[in-house]
């Protein structure tokens, strides 16, 4: 009971973040989906910047999913990053929060991810 009373603590608090949270537009991709970045969010420790984004679908998936908010870290020497969570939106207030343990990956010049990179590495300085 305690660990279903963390869980819906925890899931309370990451959508209550992304409400709370001040996005500012970054990108779009091909699709029409819109990249946003929350701003106040943006930390560095040594050379690892980490930062909220959000994406808004421009139409649900089959799966009903409406969105995205991701918390990536970066390095903005050399605009490689890595996802450590993301919580999934879904219509009617759901969501569904996944931690990541994936590979740093380079982030292309003139793409949504190089956008999102950029804004962290120029609202940190």
């Known amino acids: 009971i305690v660990k279903k009373i963390l869980i819906a603590a925890a899931l309370i608090t990451a959508a209550t973040t992304s409400q709370a949270a001040d996005w500012d537009y970054v990108a779009s991709t091909v699709d029409g989906d819109g ?55 879904y219509g009617g207030g759901n969501s569904r929060r996944t931690k990541h343990d994936v590979e740093w ?8 991810v190089r956008a999102m990179l950029e804004a962290a590495c120029a609202a940190d300085k």
């Open 35 to 89: 990249w946003f970045i929350d701003i106040d969010s943006v930390s560095t420790t040594g050379i690892i910047t980490t930062a909220l984004f959000k994406i808004a679908f421009e139409e649900a998936s089959s799966k009903g999913e409406t969105g995205m908010i991701i918390r990536r870290r970066m390095s903005c020497e050399d605009y490689s990053s890595t996802r450590s969570s993301t919580i999934t939106l």
């Open 105 to 112: 990956s380079y982030a292309e010049p003139d793409t949504a």
